[in-house]
């Protein structure tokens, strides 16, 4: 139950549905039914507006009309459109409706205790503009709370983009599977509290259609941990390298925490010999070396992992470091400067990925690397993966984590009190630390992001990133023993 279905999937789906026996009919009773049951249990009895537009998401708002008043509430009801016009489902469940059709128009809000919004869903197709726009506006100027159907109105599924305006809702109820505009901001934030409801899909349905994106949960990569064996041994579990800055020894000392707790069996600190007892100081598990021994280290296959970016430093020669190191093709993650470093020449960059890689940009990060590549965040991290060979993970409240064949994850977890100085370091150390005990990239990243989300979460506010690291062994217990699922 992971999946996430662009709203062509998600018409597939209803296609097959139909196709096997299903009635369009049904579907939309149940969509209607949903919706009302999540309603009542939220709200008493009261005043509600359903606001319908001219296709099947208003269809359901005439279904939800109609429960919602049998249910006792006193129920107004707006069109976008005639009546007559309408067709299929959506024109039976008019017929159906005994009250009052009105004209769209604001004086529908006045008395209204909820909104109920099915103007427009997937098959919203250009921006919401005149005077549709006014009746949105005021609708998010009410201060009525909102139950938006299937997404906001004005939020594009697929992206999670505002097409001229949204309706800015308190609760989304959308069926059988969520869609990448409810996890992706800003249509994340427009959503208020997603709700998914079966209304009669089959799981089956769903797998045949092979979505290729899913919510970032623990059973997207739980099978991919290698958890230690009885008989395990320190080598079993990795001996990550973390290449650290001469100067800026914080972020290689915050990976270098992040990644043993993760689980990494050695870990090296590799610098320059000036600062090697600054990292042998910050914790006496850990190894220093030498930079200049770096090929040395890696011509021993046991040194199987490697992060380099963190307080490095931006120039040249950060760029021929790291092309020498993926020319070993070990498990490596570039962050920070390690990406900054070859916005002159990032092609150079791609053409030596190789082996398993995982790029953790931020926002500008990721605009020097790839200037050419826009769009939403998910589209943008697969063309990014597509064209590096690596797996990218786009930071940010709506993590989005792709891999070059084009499996991709959103986070779903709100985490704000992450925005702090040192935590993106410690999300490559956990990454690092998952890869150096043999975890494939795309689950390492997902797995990395979903700790630091979860962590930050769990901590909230006044986290420092210190705190993520010590906060590992609690989620990493739970995993273990099989919760959450
Ligand atoms: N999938 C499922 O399992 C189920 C789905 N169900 C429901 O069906 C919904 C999808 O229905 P849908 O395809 O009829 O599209 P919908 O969102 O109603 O909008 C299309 C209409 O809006 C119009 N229009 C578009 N943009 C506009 C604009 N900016 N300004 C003005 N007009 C605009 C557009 O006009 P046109 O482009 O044709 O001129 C067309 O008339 C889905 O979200 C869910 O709620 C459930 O009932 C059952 C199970
Ligand atoms: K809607």
New binding site residues.
């Given amino acids: 139950m992971f999946e996430v279905l662009t709203?062509e999937q998600?018409?597939e789906?209803?296609r097959r549905?139909i196709e096997a026996g299903t009635s369009?009919d049904v579907?939309?009773e149940?969509?209607?039914a949903s919706v009302v049951a999540e309603i009542v249990s939220r709200w008493t009895t009261r005043a509600a507006t359903v606001l319908c537009?001219?296709?099947?998401?208003?269809?359901?708002g005439f279904?939800i009309a109609r429960l919602l008043r049998n249910a006792g509430w006193s129920v107004r009801l707006g069109l976008?459109?005639d009546v007559e016009k309408l067709t299929?489902?959506?024109a039976l469940n008019a017929g159906r409706w005994e009250g009052a059709v009105e004209r769209l128009s604001p004086a529908l809000l006045v008395g209204a205790d909820l909104v109920v919004d099915?103007?427009?869903?997937?098959?919203?197709?250009?921006?919401?503009?005149g005077d549709?726009a006014s009746l949105v506006q005021a609708v998010n100027d009410s201060g009525v709370p909102v139950v938006a159907?299937?997404?906001p109105?004005?939020v594009d599924?697929n992206s999670g983009e505002v097409?001229?305006i949204s309706v800015k809702a308190n609760v989304t109820v959308?069926?059988?599977r969520p869609k990448p505009g409810h996890y992706l901001l800003p249509g994340r934030i427009l959503c208020g509290q997603v709700i998914v409801r079966d209304?009669g899909?089959a799981d089956q349905t769903i797998r045949d259609i092979r979505p290729m994106l899913v919510c970032n949960e623990p059973g997207v990569w739980r099978a991919g941990i290698n958890w230690p064996g009885v008989d395990g041994h320190k080598y079993h579990r990795g001996h990550l390298l973390v290449i650290g800055g001469a100067t800026m020894t914080g972020a290689g000392r915050l990976v270098a925490r992040a990644a043993r707790r993760a689980g990494a069996g050695l870990l090296t600190v590799v610098a320059e010999p000036a600062s090697l007892s600054v990292y042998a100081a910050d914790s006496p598990g850990i190894m220093t070396a030498p930079i200049a021994t770096l090929d040395d280290l890696l011509k021993d296959c046991r040194h199987n992992a490697l992060v380099i970016g963190p307080g490095f430093g931006v120039g040249d020669e950060t760029c021929s470091r790291i092309i020498t190191l993926l020319h070993y093709c070990r498990c490596t993650v570039l962050d920070a400067d390690a990406l900054t470093s070859f916005a002159e020449q990032p092609s150079t960059l791609f053409f030596a990925i190789q082996g398993p890689t995982v790029l953790t940009p931020h926002e500008g990060e990721f605009a020097r690397l790839f200037p050419d590549i826009e769009g939403d965040k998910l589209s943008r991290a697969r063309a990014a993966a597509k064209r590096s060979g690596a797996t990218v993970l786009i930071k940010g409240a709506d993590t989005v984590v792709a891999a070059p064949d084009g499996r991709a994850a959103i986070n779903t977890i709100d985490a704000p009190w992450l925005a702090t100085a040192g935590s993106g370091d410690v999300l490559a150390g956990i990454i690092g630390g998952l890869m150096a005990q043999g975890m494939e990239m795309f689950d390492a990243a997902c797995m990395g992001a979903w700790l630091h989300a979860r962590a930050g979460g769990d901590i909230g506010p006044g986290l420092i990133a210190e705190d993520i690291p010590h906060h590992l062994p609690v989620l990493l217990g739970q995993l273990w023993r099989g919760v959450p699922k």
């Fill in positions: 709203t998600m018409y789906a209803d549905t369009g579907l939309m149940n969509a209607g537009g001219p296709g099947n998401n208003g269809g359901d279904v976008l459109g299929g489902d959506a099915c103007l427009f869903g997937a098959g919203l197709a250009r921006p919401i503009e549709l159907v299937d997404v109105s004005g599924g097409r001229g959308t069926f059988c209304i899909i």
